[in-house]
């Protein structure tokens, strides 16, 4: 290990000479590499990688999953990732699955990243935690990120700079909810074309959203990478029925993308799109549960949980402050004045709203 750490350094500290796939070293007989170009994997193969997303503070590489899958037909690059939080686990075996794909029907590249947080991943942490800091920050509030910067700068900016955005012509993030919550199969959008992507992969509801700065679909986007993030559920475990939707959501999406040949569903009819969310949070701490579930729809004033105090007396019945459609719940009874208890999307015709309030 001393050994290939030795020879790790002077490549860390020199500037690439060009933007070629940069081999490292190996692990169990997996090229370790600091830069990814897939356009350099053999056609019609499939290629997995380390990518080696800065160092730890015992000196030791930070290893990210990469697999490529090239068609054996030229077409476009589309990027997958997962596992940005490290408690949510359901787009690793969407994209495990993926991988199983063969080249030889494929047009284009798949580049899949089935786990970008690994500090988060190991602690099973939302946050980026590569120590002991109570203030972790969110590495998917950060991109582009700024590689040689510092902590997690210099890790989203090697993420951004040397494997995502070089090798993407459109993208999906995936996502669940955090622990705690949970969400239906999800999806936000932000423009005309991210609609349509959003769309093809079939969720429960898509939410039309300008969305933050720093994620990877917002970062992407707005650098001329149609990306979306797509939800599945809810942390730390992995559903079978969502992670099925998942996949062939992500399989119509390269069929509309001419990748894979097959018929295409332009959309769902179980899909409910809106374009603005209504938090409602707990008036006090207590025990809830839940009367309104995941993924229906409600009218206003309609009972969405009954809260009670540590002796079981009730303290609130909490109703539906507008009409829509139950997009998040929590799923911990347990709840703080002022946690949520669900949101609720709505479809506000204001024209100012079309991709979102």
């Known amino acids: 290990m001393r050994l290939f ?3 790790l350094a002077p490549l860390a500290l020199a500037a690439p000479a060009q933007a070629a796939t940069e081999r490292v070293g190996s692990l169990d007989g997996v090229a370790i590499i600091d830069r990814l170009d897939a356009a350099a994997v053999k056609a019609g193969t499939t290629e997995r990688f380390w990518f080696r997303a800065g160092d730890s503070a015992l000196a030791q590489p930070w290893l990210v999953p990469v697999i490529v899958v090239r068609g054996a037909r030229p077409g476009p690059r589309l990027l997958l990732t997962a596992g940005i939080h490290g408690d949510e686990l359901n787009g690793i075996d969407v994209i495990h699955r993926l991988a199983s794909i063969e080249p030889a ?3 284009g590249t798949l580049v899949m990243v089935p786990g970008l947080n690994t500090p988060g991943l190991l602690q099973s942490t939302r946050e980026w935690t590569p120590d002991f800091s109570r203030a972790a920050p969110n ?3 950060v991109m582009p990120g700024s590689d040689g910067g510092r902590g997690v700068d ?3 900016g090697r993420l951004w700079s040397r494997l995502l955005r070089p090798n993407a012509d459109a993208a999906v993030d995936l996502h669940t909810q955090s622990r705690g919550t949970a969400y239906p199969m999800y999806v936000f959008a932000s423009t005309p074309r991210t609609r349509v992507m959003a769309e093809l992969v079939a969720p429960d509801i898509i939410k039309l959203d300008p969305g933050e700065k720093g994620t990877v679909e917002n ?11 797509l939800e599945l559920g809810r942390a730390e475990v992995f559903d079978t029925a969502l992670i099925g939707r998942g996949v062939a959501g992500i399989v119509n999406l390269m069929r509309e993308m001419k990748m894979l040949d097959g018929p295409v569903v332009a959309k769902s009819a179980i899909t409910f799109t809106g374009n603005r969310q209504t938090v409602v949070r707990s008036p006090r701490a207590g025990f809830a549960v839940l009367a309104a579930p995941l ?7 309609d009972e969405l949980a009954i809260l009670s105090d540590g002796l079981g007396r009730v303290t609130d019945r909490i109703t539906a402050p507008v009409a829509g459609r139950i997009a998040t719940i929590f799923t911990d009874p347990r709840r703080g004045r ?12 204001d024209p100012k709203c079309a991709m979102g309030c």
């Open 5 to 7: 750490l030795a020879l």
């Open 105 to 107: 029907t494929l047009a």
């Open 139 to 141: 590495l998917n509030r």
């Open 154 to 156: 210099d890790y989203a």
């Open 219 to 229: 970062e992407l986007t707005n650098d001329g990478v149609p990306a979306i993030t």
């Open 295 to 301: 993924n229906s729809d409600v009218a206003k004033g």
């Open 338 to 349: 002022g946690d949520m208890i669900v949101r609720i999307i709505t479809d506000d015709p």
